[in-house]
């Protein structure tokens, strides 16, 4: 499981036997690069913490990433029932009993991390992990970690769930991406081709089309199946040229239209791009801001030095010293390839890039 310093664990036990455990288990997650809060509730605790586990439940839903709780499994369940919202958005949560024999991965064991911080937390303390979820009992691909650990968004949800569900029952799932996927294909799935007449077939000319599928895309198009879950990287850049004091909503708008015309869906955007010029650009930086992602920008001679064939205007050229600003911005930030020209339209200009992505099966 990757460490990063926002990953928060908060750890709660109710008993000075609790509390020794969660010592343990704080001081080995701090070790391996997590942020560890610890905190007790008893009045046999000195330094109990004065809000009733439920209120601290509520807060470290919002506040962390997992919650461990040394106590019994019923405790836990009841904290937690209130605030329960999606597997999508609730953190991991692990129940430890309070002398340290087993961990269990209670909530969010795939999306949330939490069967990875079962093996961890097991491993710190010397206890056996207990982890209930069907793909990791039948050793099966599980596309919601597929997509965790790739980094990429998973929609729609239900149709992950059929997919996991047929791989379970033993049916052929098929699996297509846009990008490079290292390692083996895993047990249970079909690869799939496109054609260069846009259709979709096994890549086994023998086997047929399964109905269930995965596809990994950037496209909102891309459903090669009759059931298709989405895999969607965050590898799109979009490069953004304006005329000065251009304004945020129609500037927005026109990136909206030019993500739809081209059926680029907007959770693939990794981030804007554009020249040195526009880094104050009010409009631009709006459009980042409700976009909620990055920008980048680059000088007129890096751009201008980068290889490859771009739209040219002898306009833009006399301007801003380089004869293209969306096409390369956009290349330049992806380190890619272009994946949609140039499009202008009242004094503003769009252009998409694809980083060369390579996933992998297994992470």
């Known amino acids: ?166 791989l379970l029952a033993g049916e052929p799932v098929g699996f297509f991406s846009e990008f490079e996927v290292e390692g083996e294909l895993p047990e249970g799935l079909v690869r799939i081709e496109q054609g260069s007449d846009g259709t979709f077939h096994p890549a086994d000319r023998g086997r047929s089309m399964p109905a269930i599928g995965i596809a990994v895309t950037v496209h909102s198009h891309c459903a090669p199946f009759h059931i298709s879950v989405r895999v969607i990287p965050e590898a799109v850049w979009l490069g953004v040229g304006c005329k000065k004091g251009k304004e945020s909503d129609a500037l927005l708008t026109f990136l909206d239209m030019f993500m739809t015309e081209n059926r680029i869906d907007p959770r693939s955007l990794a981030g804007i791009a554009s020249i040195d010029i526009k880094k104050e650009e009010a409009g631009i930086l709006s459009v980042v801001e409700q976009y909620q992602t990055r920008f980048q920008t680059f000088s007129n001679t890096d751009l201008a030095g980068l290889p490859g064939v771009f739209s040219s205007s002898s306009f833009v050229q006399e301007a801003a010293g380089v004869d293209n600003v969306c096409e390369r911005s956009a290349v330049r930030a992806s380190g890619g390839k272009l994946i949609v020209p140039k499009k202008a339209e009242f004094g503003m200009t769009a252009a998409a890039a694809v980083e060369n992505r390579v996933l992998k099966y297994n992470v």
């Open 1 to 166: 499981m990757k460490k990063i310093k926002d990953f928060n664990i908060a750890i709660i036990g109710f008993s000075t036997n609790a509390l020794t455990v969660g010592r343990c288990l704080r001081d080995g997650f701090e070790k391996a690069g997590y942020q560890v809060r610890l905190d007790g509730k008893s009045k046999y605790i000195t330094g109990s913490i004065p809000e009733s586990h439920r209120e601290w439940t509520e807060s470290r839903f919002k506040d962390s990433n997992a919650l461990i709780f040394v106590c019994s499994c019923g405790i836990a369940v009841r904290s937690i029932a209130p605030f329960l919202r999606s597997k999508k958005e609730d953190p991991a949560v692990l129940v430890v009993d309070e002398c340290g024999k087993v961990v269990i991965s209670l909530l969010s064991g795939h999306l949330g991390g939490g069967n990875d911080l079962t093996r961890e937390a097991a491993e710190i303390i010397g206890a056996f992990p207990v982890i209930t979820t069907a793909t990791d009992l039948h050793n099966r691909f599980a596309v919601d970690i597929f997509a965790k650990k790739n980094r990429c968004t998973l929609h729609p949800m239900w149709a992950a769930k059929e997919a996991s569900a047929a």
